[in-house]
């Protein structure tokens, strides 16, 4: 008597809002982010190019966090959190990994042909 329902055959797979979003709000990586914080000089930078598309015309940013902010008091407020004191320590440590040391991790590096044998 029971069973399935006869019109639903197939769920629909829709995107899900959170996916499409998630693009949206995307974090450059830590070996990025490492290597701009040793350009600039450990983040003193002087004036940011004013972006309408950005909170604040991009006026309020964290290099370390690579977020910005719609005003002062807000980026300061950030710079109390436990996130940021974290990414902090972690950017002053040692060099993050890069993808050629994953490569070289996972075998993937220079090809190792043995010795060479002497020709004849």
Known sequence: ???KCPHRKVKK???SHKSARRTKFELKGDDAVYDELKKTDGGAS???PLDEDLP????FYCLHCDRYFSNVAV???HFKTKKHKKRVKIMMGPAPHTQLDADLAAGM???DNGPKLMSM
């Open 1 to 3: 008597m029971g069973g």
């Open 13 to 15: 797979r829709r995107l």
């Open 46 to 48: 002087k004036s940011l």
């Open 56 to 59: 604040g015309m991009g006026q």
């Open 75 to 77: 980026r300061d407020e």
């Open 109 to 111: 590096g220079m090809p």
